[in-house]
């Protein structure tokens, strides 16, 4: 059970990293839809004068991923009878 909830999580932020890499690149969902990929590829063009608009987007799915990690992380450590000694 603890391998498939490390799994699950971990996919997750594999899913959400991925889905910002193509909006990043412009495959991602269309302009009206708005996507945190989409949001950092706008904000490179200002990121000199402006670079907020890029790093915000950017530290939102940072911390999105880390959240999930460490969200699966410690269901692992709750639901691991190994760990409880």
């Given at each position: 059970?603890?391998?498939?909830?490390?799994?699950?999580?971990?996919?997750?932020?594999?899913?959400?990293?991925?889905?910002?890499?193509?909006?990043?690149?412009?495959?991602?969902?269309?302009?009206?839809m708005a996507e945190l990929g989409a949001m950092v590829?706008?904000?490179?063009?200002?990121?000199?004068?402006?670079?907020?608009?890029?790093?915000?987007?950017?530290?939102?799915?940072?911390?999105?991923?880390?959240?999930?990690?460490?969200?699966?992380?410690?269901?692992?450590?709750?639901?691991?009878?190994?760990?409880r000694r």
């Amino acid at each position: 059970m603890s391998s498939i909830i490390i799994t699950a999580t971990m996919d997750l932020g594999v899913a959400i990293i991925v889905t910002a890499d193509l909006s990043f690149l412009g495959i991602g969902a269309q302009p009206p839809m708005a996507e945190l990929g989409a949001m950092v590829t706008g904000g490179r063009a200002y990121i000199m004068n402006a670079w907020w608009i890029a790093a915000f987007p950017g530290l939102a799915i940072l911390l999105a991923v880390l959240g999930f990690n460490l969200l699966g992380d410690a269901l692992r450590d709750i639901f691991d009878p190994r760990l409880r000694r």
